[in-house]
């Protein structure tokens, strides 16, 4: 062994000699620590990155890629419930490419647009109205599925045949259902989105003719009315709407926590479809769009005066006088009459609006609002019933009414909640104080404990470095030996040649420097100090034992 190493292990064997109990224990804390620490940071260095295989699988193709990376002796983790694989990074392409030729996963990229690209030319007409109608199908459930929350999905679509005629023509309509991930609700608006991205998708299929249902059975939309939370839902959210509106605005009137808002609404939740005509007349006047008249008239001086003959006593026509006066005088014609009719139809601006009539809208409404007589006594009361009507868009034609009055508010809970609430705080205050106290006393201790052990071995280690060894002690007490502490012992030859160097070669080879003479006090040290190693050589347990008896006086005094 080279004579560097071996002194730097005779050192170390030296230092840790003189470690007391203490400190060997904290020294070997600390070295199981370094240990623990090394072998945890190798387990992390050497731990390979896992990255996704593949996500969303069905359990099916799950277990089966499962058993192929078993097969290939590929660690694998599974999250997301079993639906996500994860490998080591370097391994993902490869088992993507082995699971490929296997068909795995077999659910991968079925559906949509896909089925198209394996539809051949002689593929009947049926064949292609239900492929097309299968990739339509396919889209939509993929991107529903995209949505936030929602695990599953499944469309389907009913779409009539087309028809010549118009009173048989029927809307088409789909079925959507939904398998949500767990703890997860869909929302009013996800189930709009879902009902209008489907209704848009198909030709001729309107919102309220899409039905969505999730995996507990929930009916979410009906097929007629729409997407459900109307009723009940819709009109809280209206009535938590305006509530909200009016609150704030009382809140920033008559400040906070002293006004009380409850809003109460009907919604109608028929549907229909609304035709009304209205017609006025021409600002340039009416016009004619067609006119017609007719006269007629009889008389003297008409179209219609003649001369007629008189029958006789046979019968027989006697003509007349060619004046006519015979028959006037006969009375067989008078003065005639005229008769006179006329049509005229004008024309007028008509309008004629169609109107669908959605469900979910406001009936009726009332809102009621109680003030704090103590806060709002300088409050005008018509002033605040007009900003209540403003806030909450009051129609008095469809029966909207509005009370507000000023009670006395009870505030005997909010005082005790504001006496918990202080008294819950100065709990976590002195509480925070304590741990605070606690803390610095610990640290205060352990320091004040390390600050005392610090003191007590500098102080050991100056009064060993200080301690003269009396060597009339150890001569009195050691029997076998007869010397005194005047008398110089004499080195055996083994104890000269470790003071004075291995041979004289050595030696000799040491240059030679001019060095002061050491003074009495410094010769007296040393040659005692090489008295106690000579005494030292020849009865080693003897002089330990001795040392160790003189150290416990020492102390003692």
């Not at 080591?88 to 991968?108: K, N």
């Not at 398998?179 to 989105?193: H, I, Y």
């Not at 090489?530 to 034992?545: G, I, Q, W």
């Amino acid at each position: 062994m080279p004579t560097a190493v071996k002194n730097s292990l005779d050192r170390m064997r030296a230092t840790l000699a003189g470690f007391s109990i203490a400190q060997k224990t904290i020294a070997v804390i600390l070295l199981a620590a370094l240990v623990l620490g090394v072998v945890a940071l190798s387990a992390w260095l050497s731990k390979p990155t896992y990255t996704p295989l593949f996500s969303g699988v069905d359990p099916a193709d799950a277990s089966a890629i499962v058993e192929q990376l078993q097969a290939d002796g590929v660690p694998y983790e599974l999250t997301a419930g079993g639906n996500t694989i994860l490998v080591p990074e370097e391994h993902v392409y490869q088992e993507r490419l082995t699971a490929a030729a296997a068909g795995l996963p077999s659910t991968a990229g079925t559906g949509g647009y896909t089925l198209l690209d394996t539809m051949g030319v002689t593929s009947s007409e049926f064949q292609q109205d239900v492929t097309y109608k299968r990739a339509i199908e396919g889209e939509l459930a993929n991107t529903i599925k995209a949505m936030e929350g929602v695990k599953n999905a499944t469309v389907q679509l009913a779409i009539p045949e087309e028809t010549v005629f118009v009173a048989e023509q029927r809307d088409p309509t789909a079925s959507v259902f939904v398998e949500t991930q767990a703890g997860v609700s869909l929302t009013t608006k996800q189930v709009q989105a879902i009902v209008n991205l489907t209704s848009a998708s198909v030709e001729g299929m309107t919102p309220t003719g899409v039905a969505v249902t999730d995996s507990t059975g929930t009916v979410l939309s009906e097929v007629g009315t729409g997407a459900t939370g109307g009723g009940a839902g819709e009109a809280g959210e209206y009535e938590t709407k305006v509530q909200t509106a009016v609150q704030t605005m009382l809140d920033k009137v008559v400040g906070v926590g002293n006004s009380s808002v409850v809003v109460a609404a009907q919604l109608d939740q028929n549907s229909g479809t609304r035709v009304t005509e209205s017609f006025t007349e021409p600002e340039s006047g009416p016009l004619a769009l067609n006119e017609s008249s007719t006269t007629e008239q009889y008389g003297p001086d008409g179209a219609g005066t003649g001369t007629t003959g008189v029958l006789g006593p046979d019968n027989i026509a006697v003509p007349a006088g060619g004046d006519g006066e015979a028959a006037t005088a006969d009375g067989a014609a008078g003065d005639g009459y005229v008769n006179e009719s006329a049509t005229k139809n004008n024309a007028v601006d008509k309008v004629t609006e169609t109107m669908s009539v959605p469900s979910g809208t406001v009936a009726r409404q009332t809102v009621s609002v109680a003030l704090n007589a103590t806060a709002a006594q300088g409050v005008n009361m018509q002033s605040i019933r007009d900003l209540v009507d403003s806030a909450a868009g009051i129609d008095g034609a469809r029966g909207d009414t509005v009370d507000v009055a000023m009670v006395d508010f009870d505030t005997s809970a909010a005082a005790a909640a504001q006496e918990a609430l202080a008294a819950a705080d100065a709990a976590a205050a002195t509480e925070a104080m304590w741990s605070t106290i606690r803390t610095a006393s610990i640290v205060g201790f352990v320091a004040l404990a390390a600050i005392v052990a610090l003191i007590v071995f500098a102080r050991r280690s100056r009064r060993q470095a200080r301690e003269d060894v009396d060597l009339g002690e150890l001569a009195s007490a050691n029997a076998a030996q007869t010397w005194d502490a005047t008398m110089r012992l004499d080195l055996d030859a083994a104890s000269g040649r470790s003071m004075l160097g291995a041979d004289d070669t050595a030696t000799q080879m040491l240059p030679t420097v001019d060095a002061p003479e050491p003074s009495p006090e410094v010769l007296s040290a040393e040659r005692r100090r090489a008295e106690v190693d000579a005494l030292a050589e020849r009865d080693p347990a003897k002089t330990a034992e001795l040392l160790r008896g003189l150290m416990d006086q020492r102390s003692g005094l």
